[in-house]
């Protein structure tokens, strides 16, 4: 994962990847399912190291850098100029469905 999102802006640039924004808390339940659960999916971590560049936004500590988080977590797909692809996705998913979204911004987002 990015260090923050100026850092993940430029290595998706050099990289070119796209870059995924996920808007957290540290007490946000859904949230910490998602990186039990999700990140540590075999199939999901092999896709987003291949297309994305990963950031994680804590609402508590960092800036929404002019995002609008209406809950927790909050994803945001942005190319490698930082355009945002695609509607940004609200809640938690299942590594199946999660890995399904990935795969539609990947393929509509060139």
């Known amino acids: 994962w990015a260090e923050n999102y100026t850092n993940a802006l430029k290595q ?11 808007f957290s808390r540290e007490d946000c339940d859904a ?4 990186k039990a659960e999700v990140y540590t ?7 987003v190291t291949t297309f994305f560049i ?22 945001y797909f942005l190319d490698a100029e930082g355009k945002q692809i695609g509607r940004a996705m609200v809640g938690g998913a299942d590594a199946n469905a999660f890995l399904k ?10």
Do not use: H, W
């Open 101 to 110: 979204k990935l795969r539609e911004v990947e393929s509509t987002g060139k």
């Open 31 to 34: 949230c910490n399912k998602m």
């Open 41 to 47: 999916d075999t199939e999901v971590v092999n896709y």
């Open 54 to 75: 990963p950031v994680e936004i804590d609402m508590e500590y960092d800036s929404r850098e002019g995002f609008k988080v209406y809950a927790t977590p909050t994803y």
């Open 12 to 22: 998706a640039k050099q990289e070119n990847k796209k870059v995924l924004i996920m």
